[in-house]
């Protein structure tokens, strides 16, 4: 699975879009992006996930670029609540992978 | 449908005690992982399995086994307890289909 990097953290604005970058370079052309969430304690939940085309569903919105080498999850109104890790994972599909996470973004809603 | 349920929630044990956690899924799922997060960390992989019968290691699998007989359990097993396995464990499972569905974690505090 491709490595991934994202930034150790972020502040943001309750009510303002949160930006959250993932950079992919070495993804394949069969991987996907995921994006998982972590609050306080709890086990990781899922956000989106996406292959070429941007997607968006109730939680969130997923922006890959045209290289698919990073991509932008946004969560278009910060709630504090939204206080969590996001981690971003490459994944293949339907196989069992080695899946490992990285560091994550410790992001922080404040009012 | 209960996703993932980890066995026990909490747990004391002493250094050289040995111990099995237990995780379990009703939904079918191929690929089962466990994962350790030690406080203000990410998460680490120990173990995984793709299918009934398979176990491989992860990141960090020094001084855990793991064993999948049952295509819906995962057990993951300490033989010997020391205080660095001190950790909250995550197990994971996945489908063809994705995502990846955590459990809600077992706190495991070794003295």
């Known amino acids: 699975d491709a490595k991934t990097t994202q930034p150790t953290s972020m502040d943001c604005a309750e009510g303002r879009a949160a930006n959250l970058p993932c950079n992919h370079s070495?993804?394949?052309?069969?991987?996907?992006v995921y994006w998982y969430r972590q609050i306080h304690s709890q086990g990781p939940q899922y956000i989106i996930h996406?292959?070429?085309n941007n997607e968006t569903n109730e939680m969130a919105s997923l922006i890959i670029t045209e290289d698919r080498k990073s991509s932008t999850l946004i969560l278009p109104h910060a709630t504090l609540r939204d206080t969590a890790v996001y981690y971003c994972?490459?994944?293949?599909?339907?196989?069992?992978?080695?899946?490992?996470f990285g560091g994550g973004t410790r992001v922080l809603v404040k009012p | 449908n209960a996703g993932v349920t980890q066995t026990p929630k909490f747990r004391v044990l002493k250094t050289g005690q040995s111990m099995t956690l237990l995780c379990a899924q009703d939904m079918n799922h191929e690929y089962m992982y466990w994962y350790r997060q030690d406080p203000g960390m990410g998460l680490r992989l120990i173990h995984y399995?793709?299918?009934?019968?398979?176990?491989a290691k992860g990141e960090v699998p020094d001084g855990y086994n793991v064993s999948r007989l049952k295509k819906q359990n995962f057990l993951l097993g300490l033989e010997s307890a020391a205080p660095s396995q001190t950790s909250v464990y995550f197990c994971?499972?996945?489908?063809?289909?994705?995502?990846?569905?955590f459990g809600p974690g077992t706190r495991l505090t070794v003295t």
């Open positions: 399995s793709v299918g009934e019968g398979t176990t």
């Open positions: 996406g292959l070429k």
């Open positions: 994972l490459c994944m293949i599909k339907a196989a069992g992978n080695k899946l490992t």
């Open positions: 994971a499972s996945i489908t063809g289909q994705g995502p990846l569905i």
């Open positions: 070495t993804i394949s052309g069969n991987e996907y």
